[in-house]
């Protein structure tokens, strides 16, 4: 039922990437220049790497990976400096997205709000950057992307900018008494203290139920905005492959499930990542009683921030809502290259085309589509 899920072994057998398509297990190839590609679920280097270095997210994880694995078949694949059986020290990670609808290329990583680049410097993202372009071209992808925060010196001359989104972080070392001071009066506190009086029953776990009641609070909101659900599978895979780290929190009102979100969490952060709910019930307040418990959780854990994401900037629903916990935001930008070939304008073009044709299918069809397409659009 669950996903197959890999575990790391330690073939770093090379071959030359200017010379065969990457198609092989293990740490691969040396594209030029002393950059080289390895494949994280094979390199028993990854985990300890991820696991140190200060700006390695939850994206970066073998769980997360594997559940794209998994689910949709995409291939990860890392450019870094670190030669075979040395200490990694820096990396560029991706995922191979092979789509016949879509076309085929590198992305940093799909459906992930953001995956920074593990680099010491910026001599080495220009360094990475820079022979970016030369993996592209070889294996003959459309386009390579990236997701990261503000850094851009080193990656510009490969790649354009070609969104940018608002992403809010909410910091949690004061005192879970300051924190809840700082939420909205109204908005928010209100709500708790609301939610708190309506007798809704709340779990927490990662059992086959909760993923079975979270599921069907995700398809209720994604139908609710025309927009085709993920498909089951990828919650599956993502309890199974990340396992204790993965948390899915739910408030029932009697037998009914109301309200649910995904968390998962790393080393000192906590990332929410989905929510759902059923719109008869959103006058209970039971999402804020839901990011409430997270948030006490968190800090019970000695975690130190609360991720929430990446919004549109013209989501100005979603992004009120991330203020009004007392989040702040930073800019957020997809880079996409050759820089030739990117036009920013098609970009956003497509995604509106792709919301209205949305708007026109039928909810039970919209199912039907997100477990078929998801696969070609990460």
């Given at each position: 039922m669950m996903g197959?899920v ?5 073939n770093t057998?090379a071959?030359?990437?200017?010379q065969?398509?990457i ?14 590609t ?17 700006n390695?997210s ?5 769980g997360?990976l594997q559940?794209?694995r ?5 291939e ?21 997205v ?19 680049p ?58 879970l ?12 506190r ?15 776990g990662?059992s086959?139920?909760l ?5 069907a609070?995700?398809v209720q ?7 085709p659900?993920q498909p089951f ?6 309890v ?14 009697g ?7 995904l ?5 000192k ?26 948030i006490q ?6 975690m130190?921030?609360?991720?929430l994401?990446?919004?549109?900037p013209e ?9 009004r916990w007392g989040?702040q ?6 880079w996409?290259?050759p820089v030739g070939e990117?036009?920013?304008?098609l970009?956003r073009?497509?995604?509106?085309l792709?919301?209205?044709?949305c708007t ?5 069809m ?7 397409m ?5």
């Open positions: 197959l890999l575990k790391p072994d330690h057998d071959i030359c990437c200017g065969a398509p198609a092989r297990e293990g740490a691969m190839d040396l594209v030029q220049g002393g950059v080289w390895i494949n994280p679920l094979l390199d028993d280097r990854w985990p300890k790497f991820v696991d140190r270095h200060p390695s939850v994206f970066h994880t073998i997360w559940a794209l998994t689910t949709y078949g995409y990860p694949v890392v450019l870094t400096t670190s030669a075979p059986f040395e200490k990694l020290t820096n990396a560029l990670l991706f995922c191979v092979r789509s016949w609808l879509t076309g085929s290329r590198l992305v940093s990583l799909p459906f992930t709000d953001h995956c920074e593990l680099v010491e410097n910026r001599e080495q993202l220009r360094s990475l950057s820079a022979h970016l372009e030369t993996l592209r071209s070889t294996q003959r992808w459309k386009y390579a992307e990236m997701r990261c925060s503000g850094i851009s010196v080193g990656v510009e001359e490969e790649l354009r900018e070609c969104k940018v989104y608002r992403w809010h972080r909410l910091d949690l070392r004061p005192s008494d300051a924190l809840y001071k700082g939420f909205h009066k109204d908005c928010i209100r709500r708790i203290r609301h939610a708190e009086r309506q007798g809704l029953r709340y779990e927490e990662r086959e139920s993923v079975l009641s979270f599921y609070l995700i909101t994604r139908l609710r905005k025309h927009l659900p599978e990828w919650f599956q895979n993502l199974a492959c990340m396992g204790k780290d993965v948390c899915i929190r739910i408030a029932f009102k037998d009914q499930p109301v309200a649910g979100i968390t998962m969490n790393h080393r952060k906590m990332y929410y990542k989905y929510g759902g709910s059923d719109a008869r019930f959103n006058n209970l307040g039971a999402t804020p009683m839901l990011f409430w418990q997270a959780a968190a800090k019970a854990a000695g130190e921030e609360l991720d994401g990446r919004s549109e989501d100005g629903g979603l992004i009120r809502f991330k203020e989040a935001s930073m800019r957020l930008t997809l996409r290259g990117v036009f920013p304008p970009e073009l497509k995604v509106r792709a919301k209205t044709i026109y299918v039928p909810a039970k919209l199912v039907s589509v997100g477990r078929h998801y696969r070609h659009v990460g």
